[in-house]
Structure formats: structure tokens, C-alpha cells
């Protein structure tokens, strides 16, 4: 698959998300990094401004939930537009039952990984996903360094995928950048998050246009 990038718009203008998103139409999906300053401790946004993002853009939505309880708020993003849905595994009470009723009603079910939560435990899990997100930072914030040490992470995932005869996607978010998408898609990544690599840049769009050649390098 090309790869894709996927701009965070937690490192955009919050007060101009319709500009924002507009800025980076090109792009494969816009990341939206929902908060609750519980699970993280960061608080962003919610289900109504995912609808009206969901109205101001051609873009899908590809909605990045770092809540807690997830299996009862998922849903509702996916009727706010999302077309798709990532949840934490660490957060998910019953992660099958939850990927099950994303794709039940019309989006694309993906799980992500904090730093220290290994892959292995949910191989058996992956035919139920479309996406597995592996975090390359601590979720909460944009802008930090991207940890090397998620790169093995990132490569196992793949081997699992592979293993299974899966057509499943690869995400990586955290500090990605042109400095570390090589790596990444070297070691099997093919969606890529970039927030303030893509919004920190004159030109956004120009900026996921490099990115995006890079990957496919
Ligand atoms: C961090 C978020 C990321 C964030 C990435 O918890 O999940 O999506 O926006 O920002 P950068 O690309 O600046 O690391
Ligand atoms: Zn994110």
C-alpha cells in the first residue's frame, strides 16, 4: 500500500479547525486527538466538534480516542462522522465486542498501543481490527521526540500481521517527522500521524506531500 499521512490536528489552530483542515485537504485522512485528561493528561475535544469537522471537510476523519472507557463513547464517534475509530487497548474493557460495533456501524476499527504495552498479547485480536496504532511518544502532547526504542515494536507488528495473512493497517504517531518516517516505514509502518511536522511547516500541504514521498521511498 502507499503510505499515508495522516495530519494531527491537535498541532493546528484550534480556534480555525474548519481553515486548518482545509489547509491539509490532499492528505489521506485528518487524525483528531480526542482527550480527556483522564486517560491522558491533556483534555482536547469531543463528539461536537468531531461533527462539525466532520461537515467542514472532504477529508475522513480518523479519530485517535485517548479516553477513558472507550467502549461507551467509541460509538458515538462513528456516528459523528468518524470513518475511523482507534481506541487504547489499555482502556478497552472488552476490545472485540468494541472493534465489532465500529464496523458495525460503518467505520474502520483500529487499537493502539502506549510505549510500554507490548503487541503479542493481542495477536489473537488482529483479525477483528482494520488499523493497529503503535504510539512512538507518550500520548497527551505533540511535539515530542520520537522513541527509537518503538521501532522493534513496530517491525513485530508487521511479522504478526504477515503471519496471519492480514490486510491491516500499520500506524505510527509520535514525533514523526522527516527525520524518523524512513525508519518507520522501513520497519513496516504505511500510516503515519504528523502534527507539528505538518502544521509547524510554511506550507502544510507541501509538507504532507514530502512526507508521503519519503514513506514511499
Ligand atoms: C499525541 C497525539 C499525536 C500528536 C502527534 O498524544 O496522539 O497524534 O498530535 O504530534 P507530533 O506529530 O507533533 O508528535
Ligand atoms: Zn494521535
Not at 472493534?99 to 489473537?124: H, N, Q, V, Y
Not at 524518523?180 to 509538507?207: H, K, L, M, N, Q
Request: charged content about 25%; aromatic content about 6%.
Amino acid at each position: 500500500m502507499a503510505a499515508q499521512i495522516n495530519p494531527s490536528i491537535l498541532s493546528a489552530d484550534f480556534a480555525r479547525l474548519a481553515d486548518e483542515a482545509k489547509a491539509v485537504e490532499g492528505a489521506d485522512w485528518l487524525h483528531v486527538d480526542v482527550m480527556d485528561n483522564h486517560f491522558v493528561p491533556n483534555l482536547t475535544l469531543g463528539v461536537p466538534v468531531v461533527e462539525s469537522l466532520a461537515r467542514a471537510t472532504q477529508t475522513p476523519l480518523d479519530c485517535h480516542l485517548m479516553i477513558e472507557a472507550p467502549d461507551r463513547w467509541a460509538p458515538q464517534y462513528v456516528e459523528a462522522g468518524a470513518g475511523s475509530v482507534t481506541f487504547h487497548a489499555e482502556a478497552a474493557a472488552a476490545p472485540v465486542r468494541l472493534a465489532r460495533e465500529i464496523r458495525a456501524k460503518g467505520a474502520r476499527a483500529s487499537m493502539a498501543l502506549k510505549p510500554a504495552t507490548p503487541i503479542e498479547p493481542f495477536e489473537d485480536l488482529l483479525p477483528e481490527l482494520d488499523m493497529v496504532l503503535i504510539m512512538t511518544v507518550e500520548p497527551g502532547f505533540g511535539g515530542q521526540a520520537f522513541l527509537d526504542i518503538m521501532l522493534p515494536k513496530i517491525r513485530r507488528t508487521r511479522e504478526l500481521i504477515s503471519k496471519h495473512g492480514l490486510d491491516l493497517w500499520l500506524q505510527v504517531d509520535g514525533g514523526v517527522a522527516a527525520s524518523t518516517i524512513e525508519r518507520c516505514a522501513e520497519a513496516g509502518a504505511d500510516v503515519f500521524v504528523a502534527g507539528s511536522a505538518v502544521y509547524g511547516a510554511d506550507d502544510p500541504a507541501e509538507a504532507v506531500r514530502a512526507l508521503r514521498a519519503q514513506a514511499d521511498a
